[in-house]
């Protein structure tokens, strides 16, 4: 049977911390077993995202499922079978889940683009430390992003009841 699943900011959060360590292994691994036909298509995907941001001049992120596509086949190059199946069968779901609930939008497009720059010439130079240590910071800044934009709208949510109770008063 079907389920309906809502998910919290906090949960999103919860995803991230794990996104962060396992997406790191993921890129590591990718350096070590993706064939050149894989890292050649990787390399293509980041040019394509490139061309994307540079057209919307930085406003707009690539399209949500173009991000998500980036990770999902580091996560594929892994070679890791559990490690797939658990990132992209159950961790990915639950993202675009919460994209859709949410209505996330990420205007950081040039600094993510510059990121997955990163991450694909490490992996196309076979340097899996590297990669991972760049995947993990990837995660970790989309991590603070979300961070960040919740504490601002509590803070406007805040705002905005204290206005409403100050004008109830007068």
Do not use: W
């Not at 077993?33 to 992120?61: C, I, N, P, T, W």
């Not at 980036?70 to 919460?98: K, Q």
């Not at 949410?102 to 990121?115: D, I, K, L, N, V």
């Not at 760049?134 to 504490?151: C, D, F, G, N, P």
Request: glycine share 6%; aromatic share 4%.
């Amino acid at each position: 049977g079907a389920r309906v699943i809502t998910l919290s900011s906090d949960q999103l959060l919860e995803i991230y911390h794990v996104r962060e360590a396992l997406e790191g292994m993921a890129a590591r691994l990718a350096a070590k077993h993706m064939s050149e036909s894989e890292v050649e298509a990787l390399q293509d995907l980041v040019a394509k995202h490139r061309r994307q941001v540079g057209m919307e001049q930085g406003q707009a992120h690539f399209r949500r499922e173009a991000d998500l596509d980036f990770h999902y086949r580091i996560v594929s190059g892994s070679h890791n079978n559990r490690l797939i199946a658990l990132m992209c069968n159950d961790l990915y779901h639950l993202v675009r889940m919460y994209r859709c609930q949410f209505g996330m939008t990420r205007p950081r497009a040039s600094e993510a683009q510059r990121e997955h720059d990163q991450i694909a010439d490490a992996i196309a130079g076979r340097d899996g430390e590297l990669a991972e240590i760049l995947m993990r910071r990837h995660i970790r800044t989309s991590r603070a992003y979300v961070e960040q934009t919740k504490t601002n709208e509590e803070k406007e949510v805040q705002k905005q009841k204290t206005k409403r109770e100050k004008n109830g008063k007068k």
